[in-house]
């Protein structure tokens, strides 16, 4: 045993995404945030860093006081030291520059307005790295930040013991590596364990450098229990204060060392991170890569990068691309009030998807569209149709936002709706997710969790979970148009059991804007009896003040007769109370928006639900509803079958 | 055979580097760059699509008419499209966003006045990629760039004959990956082989994108037999017309098609520059793995990325570091010339090695310092010290700059002299390179290299190479202090066949500026029989309008005699005809700047060599003198020895 103390940094960060349920907030203080600070307020001789995303520094300073009080305390002793990073918890690399430095800046403002000091260091955003974020992050003040092993490996260093330092564009950033064992030994293992590991580190001569979730400590599965009750956390905190150990914030380590080098570091996140964004198949395929492979590979074999969240989930895309377009007029024309809307919807966790729900949590997406029509409604509406690249795929997107009523269609797939807002509420109504494979819809397997990092719990699919293994194989926009046999069923369409006779549900349509009215149109075909038979779809688009007119024009090109069921598909995110069909119409956001058609269609519907993985297991999420408005029609040779869908304001 | 004609893109990077030998631009022409275009021109079909880099045009604007009027002729012909880029031809990543803009608009304003068109296309230099650079490019009017398969492969693209689009901050750039198996097939292959290749990929409905150096046809070693006197150039132009083949450009192609879809790829070059980026021992390593992984492994298994040559070379650092100061300096007070000098100071060449000589090439470094000075000649020098990290290591350096000399010391390494200007040549005396370990250096074969690509010719390392195999253990830097056994020989020293007795060379010093001086000093020690007798060093700088002092205290912290040989180590760049050693002083810059001991001392010196690999084999390059000012010394106990370095300017 060395008899220099080892110093031990430790980093708490504690976040919930903006939108989550208060009973989740109330919850996160009650077993989590509150129980730790005052457990760690017992052990004087401690030191910890802190971080803490605006969404809880907002609710704790609001309705938590008690724990709000306790931190001030702790940093008025000089024992906790506070981080910053984006206030609204933004991954910073995917969100414009400007935003970035305006979310920095307003965390750093808060801080120092509440607790005296602007932070030096700041927690990245699930430690999403590029390597032009040393530049932006110094710029906003920032001196160091914390960074997973990975990173550091990716850039051939193997010494993650160490303080380092970066640069971009002659900025220099201080960067210290999160210790991956540490992060997986506290709070799950043993303190025997956790005694040896911190003996190696010391014998190395190198820091102890732990930066991880606080919701580990209560709020993860079976952790409130364990960390609390059966006494893990005061049993390590004493080890801490009686071992040769000096637990110091971050600061005064880097005023106590200089860094050990300059490393430049390619894009990455933590390990696990880096798996999440591959499509199930490439998933598959690396961690059997990484399986077979010796150690020193490690550097060597990277996954993909946070950005491509945004090509594996197009729903993530799109709410992406929707956030940079509202950045964008916001940056020009909003006020401080539309500025705290957007920054509130770059909110990191809708935008992706792991082990936690993000993504495919409605509640969250729900919350993120609203405060940017939040934003939205506070800029001066440009009226009339814009055609632009919003999604910025290379191809046209039209878009229309009146007062009542905001549309987005994209012509070169399927001539589709790809958003409906409704203003009033500032509700996205077809904010829906597609059913896809994920790579852990393949898994089955059982097992006790008590102690175990949320990483290593094995889990069991609910039972039923079969038929939700029904992937979509279209997007589940709206205005989407199905050619089907007249024979298809409710059920088959439900269940994906049927054969698509048409090529134009996610085909090209051209478009034309005259005045006010959108024309879509598609000279398509379809197939009857193994023949394939010319036909075209015409969709005029029509916004006026409280409604929207759609009208169809399907012309038969051949001189057969075709005899086919024709829809338009519509997916709504609606929860079952929220919507209800009428005879002849049906009724959205309670009564307020409502669908209707003629001739007289059939409606046939379904809920859209999706299985995806959480910390608590396996959840069945209901996304919204699907709706297929639909005529069985026969168009004799050239003939023409006309339909009109209107979405209309109904004030109650 | 597919009846479709095959698009076929082809683009032409003409680049040589600012500084580089007028007899290689003449040569090039000559050999090169005017027979491919008469050759191109005489195929009346074909079309092509053509970067040169600003050093290029500016020489053809002035000294190559003949050529500057070909290709204005086949730009007014619409036969050619021009490629824009940063002026200098710099990487991107690397230099400061403003400056990467200022580079853009250098060459797009050019391309405009010259040929009446701005670019829509840049030439994207090494392809060095990082996915920010979308928004720079953008940002800068471009709307696509060209990048390497790999950068594909990486983001997870398998078809590599189509075009995409990325995006950063909402800026959208169009992109094509440069097809490698078509950079090796020409010009080095058979046609029939060529045709194969280009068959396979009409039959998958792709574009065939090609994107290469010019250099390859006519001035790559034995290129110029065999593409023009062996007629293998004309030979395949004749295939491209005759063939079932539609030569296009870049900017018709983009009009034609829209992107495949949209991509996020991380940062990357082309497969080779991954590689040479790494250490010597990692290399090594990762070509292993690589040649033992399936082929699905490859989108994840990545080498180094650019930055990454600041880590492996401390001269290109230091070259990068100083680069970017006085980018600071100049964007705050510089003028529309010191800007020039300060862009072509960022010619990417001397920053990095791969199997061009790059780095290694000290004419080319000495242009980039010489430019750099060239800026800082026409900024305001500050007076007196300046404590400054200017290499971001997180440690200060200090810098004094007068009318004549510029000084940069490192207190945390050495307190060495880490550059020494000497500001009426802009010449940087003290820019040597350190000799290292080279992956190539293991290597030894023999072949043949008729129509090879550089990529695939085994080399011969020349006789006598082992014995600048002698590794440097420290940087080659300036006012090292060296303590040797007194046995000790200047043969000894060359070949570093001796053991360093003191802890100076490269151990950290503090330092204490006061008024005009600076103080370094360290408590150290050396080694006397085996026994750790305490040393002080203390070396006070003093920079006068024409000369500098350092002052040498050296003082025996011990009561027992210590015997020793101190020398004082200096490495100039200076090619043997510019330098003499006198009775008492060294003569450098033929006279201009003299160095001076007292008390006398032995002036040890040898010439500082180095072996790299460059296109034509290996070279051996004098990279400057190693100079050791030294004195065997008698301390008693508790003594003190002085002596003095003078650098003085001499005007002739």
Redesign the interface.
């Known amino acids: 045993m060395n008899d220099k103390r080892l110093d031990f940094l430790l980093a708490i960060h504690n976040h919930q995404p903006v939108g989550n349920f208060r009973s989740v907030f109330e919850k996160a203080f009650q077993d989590c945030y509150r129980p730790f600070f005052e457990e760690f307020r017992k052990h004087i001789g401690l030191k910890l860093t802190v971080h803490f995303s605006g969404p809880l520094w907002e609710y704790m300073q609001a309705e938590e006081r008690v724990c709000w009080n306790l931190i001030r305390e702790l940093v008025d002793k000089g024992r906790v030291e506070l981080l910053g990073g984006g206030f609204y918890e933004p991954v910073l ?1 995917v ?3 400007e935003d970035r430095q305006g979310q920095l800046e307003m965390m750093s403002r808060f801080l120092e307005k509440e607790f005296g000091t602007r932070p030096k260091g700041a927690w990245l955003t699930e430690r999403v790295w ?3 974020l040393a530049k932006t992050l110094a710029r906003a003040g920032i001196e160091y930040t914390l960074l997973d092993e990975e990173h550091f490996h990716y ?2 260093i193997a010494d993650i013991h160490k ?1 380092y ?1 970066t ?1 971009d ?2 900025y ?1 950033l ?1 960067l210290f590596p999160i210790d991956k064992k540490l992060r997986y030994l506290v709070p799950f293992q043993k303190l025997n364990d956790v005694r040896a590991y911190l003996d190696s580190i010391r014998s190395q001569g190198g820091l102890a450098i732990l930066g991880d979730d606080g919701e580990k400590f209560g709020l993860w599965p079976g952790t409130k229990k364990w960390v609390y009750e059966d006494g893990w956390l005061a049993r390590f905190l004493d080890f801490l204060e009686s071992e040769d150990i000096r637990t110091r914030t971050y600061s005064e380590v880097l005023e106590a060392y ?2 050990e ?4 570091l ?2 990455a996140s933590y390990e696990e991170m880096m798996e999440w964004v ?2 199930p198949q ?1 998933s598959e ?2 961690l059997k ?1 990484k399986e077979q ?2 150690p ?2 490690r ?7 946070f ?2 969240f ?2 594996k989930y197009q729903e993530a ?1 799109h709410l992406h ?1 929707r956030m ?2 509202v ?2 007029r916001v940056r020009v024309k909003g006020d401080a009030e539309a500025r705290t809307e957007l920054y509130k919807s770059q909110c990191n966790d809708p935008y992706w998807h792991g082990v936690f729900g993000g993504l495919y949590l409605p509640h969250l997406r729900e919350d993120a569209y609203a405060h940017l029509l939040g934003a939205e409604r506070r800029l001066p509406r440009e009226s009339g149709w814009q055609e632009l ?1 919003l ?5 046209a997107e039209v878009m229309s936002q009146g007062e009542i009523f905001g549309l987005l269609l994209k012509p ?1 797939s399927g001539g589709s709706l790809i958003e409906l807002d409704y203003y009033p509420l500032s509700r996205n109504l077809t904010d829906v997710l597609s059913r896809r494979k994920e790579s852990y819809h393949a898994r089955k397997a059982a097992g006790s969790n008590d102690g175990k990092s949320i990483h290593e719990i094995s889990k069991e699919l609910p039972s039923g979970a079969e038929r939700l293994f029904r992937y979509d194989w279209h997007r589940r926009a709206s205005c989407l148009d199905h050619f089907l046999h007249p024979a298809t069923t409710p059920e088959n369409f439900r269940n994906i059991d049927y054969r698509e006779q048409g090529d134009f549900v996610n085909q090209p349509y051209e478009f034309k804007i005259s005045g006010t009215s959108l024309s879509l149109f598609r000279d398509g075909h379809v197939w009857m009896d193994g023949e394939r038979v010319p036909l075209s779809v015409q969709k005029v688009v029509i916004p006026r003040d409280e409604e929207i007119l759609f009208r169809y024009t399907i012309q038969n090109g051949s001189e057969r007769t075709i005899n086919i069921r024709f829809g338009s598909e519509w997916n709504f995110y609606q929860i079952p109370e929220e919507w209800d069909l009428g005879a002849t119409d049906v009724r959205l956001v309670k009564g307020k928006v409502i669908l209707e058609a003629q001739p007289r269609p059939e409606f046939w519907n379904f809920p859209l639900q999706t299985l995806s993985q959480s910390e608590q297991g396996y959840d069945i999420i209901h996304q919204g509803i699907c709706l297929l408005s639909n005529w069985k029609i026969t168009l004799p040779g050239r003939a023409i079958f006309s339909a009109e869908i209107r979405l209309r304001e109904h004030r109650l």
């Not at 550097?299 to 990068?305: D, M, N, T, V």
């Open positions: 690399s969100i414009p520059e590029e390597p032009n850039g051939g303080i330092i640069e564009e002659g220099g201080k200089p860094p080098g300059r490393v430049y390619p894009p591959l499509e490439d395929i690396f890569l492979s010796p020193q590979a550097r060597y074999l990277r996954g993909g990068f950005r491509e945004f090509s895309n691309k940079l377009f950045s964008r690249d999604d910025l795929d290379g191809q070169s």
